[in-house]
């Protein structure tokens, strides 16, 4: 039961960072509550899979920029992250774990080809401290 509580908040944490919706946040917190793990572990788990989730979807956007090169994007939110990304480069992938804009954040760096290692950084460290916040709640 143990492992499988730190699997689950992983799972959530991948599948609320990319295009799907999830809620790793409430999971988080129960898990908090309940007190079967330390709250490091659960930090470092639901970080490291909304973290992965986030790469993930960062590496789709790279993809199909392969394909499908555009210079301009019609959807609203695809354009503020184009924006914030143009004005900011990497260092807007702080703002990834923003509901909304954070997954189209992610995807947008991608299609850009932002440097991937620097987006790696600033993803996880974006993630890890909004987790973090939730961590220090409890």
């Known amino acids: 039961m143990d492992d499988l509580s730190l699997t689950?908040?992983?799972v959530s944490g991948f599948i609320s960072a990319t295009l799907l919706p999830g809620g790793s946040e409430v999971l988080l917190?129960?898990?908090l509550n309940e007190g079967i793990h330390s709250p490091l572990h659960l930090w470092l788990a639901v970080t490291a899979g909304n973290a992965l989730g986030g790469?993930?979807?960062f590496l789709m956007g790279w993809g199909i920029a392969h394909y499908f090169p555009l210079k301009s994007f019609s959807k609203?939110?695809?354009q503020q992250a184009q924006r914030w990304l143009?004005?900011?480069g990497p260092f807007a992938l702080l703002m990834s774990w923003v509901p909304l804009i954070g997954d189209p954040l992610c995807f947008m760096a991608g299609w850009l080809k932002t440097r991937f290692l620097l987006s790696l950084l600033m993803i996880t460290l974006?993630?890890?401290i909004r987790y973090l916040l939730i961590v220090g709640f409890f």
């Open 86 to 88: 143009t004005q900011y």
């Open 29 to 31: 917190a129960w898990q």
């Open 76 to 78: 609203p939110r695809q």
């Open 126 to 128: 974006g993630k890890a």
């Open 8 to 10: 689950a908040l992983f």
């Open 55 to 57: 790469v993930v979807t």
